[in-house]
Structures are given as structure tokens and as C-alpha cells.
């Protein structure tokens, strides 16, 4: 069974980068077609999604975070890292890494992907 578990820092300040790591186990980030990504959600709205990593190492991203935001990986250590820069308050959201096994960009519907992680939230306060 696939398992994401995100990881990072609780608090940002603003201006500041926010840095997110899913850690991917029982089955690999290279694996054929998938596509790993992330999403938030901020109180009081719907699901966001940010961008996503391929299985050979190709990116994606939202149109509206395109650039702020950079998505990496590390095959040796099965993980995938999301950065988004010069945060404000308004980037406050739980933020979760997820996989979908036909690469699909842009899901917005949880049930659509094969597997989600538990999700983190993340404050953007000084």
C-alpha cells in the first residue's frame, strides 16, 4: 500500500519561502505514469491545485502560482518537495501531497486520486 506523509514547518513569516517534503513508501516516485502533487486547501475554500511532478521528473503548475511556486524531487530518497516563495497570511491552508497513477493535471476532487497524504497545515504569520 502506498503511503504519503507530509513534513516542514508549521509557521512561516511572511515574504519568506514555505518548504514541504512528501515522503513516498510502499512504492516509488519513478513508477510509470504517476504524477505527484500538491494541493491546499484555505479555510473557507475549496481545493487548490498547486503543481505536480512526474514519474520522469517533469513539472507543471498552477497558472496562478506559477511564480511563486517550484516542485523537486529526490529519487534516492523516494521524496518530493514543494516550495512557495514570498508567502503572505493568504497562503495559509492545509497543504497535502497526492498521486495519481494516469497524470493527470489539476484534480480538484480528492476521490480522483489513487492515494492522498494526511495533509499539514501551514501558518503564515509574523
Known amino acids: 500500500q502506498v503511503q504519503l506523509q507530509e513534513s516542514g514547518p508549521g509557521l512561516v513569516k511572511p515574504s519568506q519561502t514555505l518548504s514541504l517534503t512528501c515522503t513516498v513508501s510502499?512504492?516509488?516516485?519513478?513508477?510509470?505514469?504517476?504524477?505527484w502533487s500538491w494541493i491546499r486547501q484555505s479555510p473557507g475554500k475549496g481545493l487548490e491545485w498547486m503543481g505536480v511532478?512526474?514519474?520522469?521528473?517533469?513539472?507543471a503548475y498552477n497558472p496562478s502560482l506559477k511564480r511563486r511556486t517550484s516542485i523537486s524531487r529526490d529519487t534516492s530518497k523516494n521524496q518530493f518537495s514543494l516550495q512557495l516563495m514570498s508567502v503572505t497570511p493568504e497562503d495559509t491552508a492545509v497543504y497535502s501531497c497526492?498521486?495519481?497513477?494516469?497524470?493527470?493535471?489539476?484534480?480538484?476532487?480528492?476521490?480522483?486520486?489513487?492515494?492522498w497524504g494526511q495533509g499539514t497545515q501551514v501558518t503564515v504569520s509574523s
Open positions: 510502499g512504492g516509488s516516485i519513478t513508477t510509470n505514469y504517476y504524477g
Open positions: 511532478i512526474a514519474f520522469d521528473g517533469s513539472t
Open positions: 497526492a498521486a495519481d497513477g494516469r497524470l493527470r493535471v489539476g484534480l480538484l476532487n480528492r476521490d480522483e486520486y489513487d492515494y
